[in-house]
């Protein structure tokens, strides 16, 4: 319904009510935050040996691939972006013959804006182990990322679940598993 049609020839009072109405249901009215919005940025800490901040410019110079895959509503998509492992290797994380004995035990940690976490282990990324891509992504179908899932977004396609899709990706931490 259109608010100004239905508070034509009525007394301002209504609409000074209806207008307060409306602002009282906003989330942040209701004592409820706003959704958060996830940075163009990712940070790389934890265990690795370069920590740091990487930028959308950064992350778009980097080699891209794309992937086909089916999301959670049986839809296929294209999604373009950057193999995972090439992200960790700009931070100096453990690759290649580096991962054995007590690194095994070393994991990604990925985050997203909202706080939602999923854990990988070295092993899964890295190409010496699995042949698995697992994709940062930037794009689906050709165009940026929905806000609700970018602009950033891990996918691990050979999953049968995207449980360890994580939206709004804002970090990855290299921790040791105690």
Known sequence: MNLSLFLAGRPPLLGALATAFMLGTAPAAQGQAAPKVAPATIRLDGLVTTPRTLTAAELAALPHVEQTTTDKDGKKHVYRGVALRDVLHLAGAPEGKGIHGPVLAEVVLATAADGYQAVFALPEIDADFSPQTILLAD????????THDGPYQLLVPLERKPAR??????????????
């Open 139 to 146: 794009q689906r179908d050709g165009q940026p990322l929905p």
């Open 165 to 178: 899709w994580v939206r709004q990706l804002s970090g990855l931490r290299v921790v040791k598993v105690q």
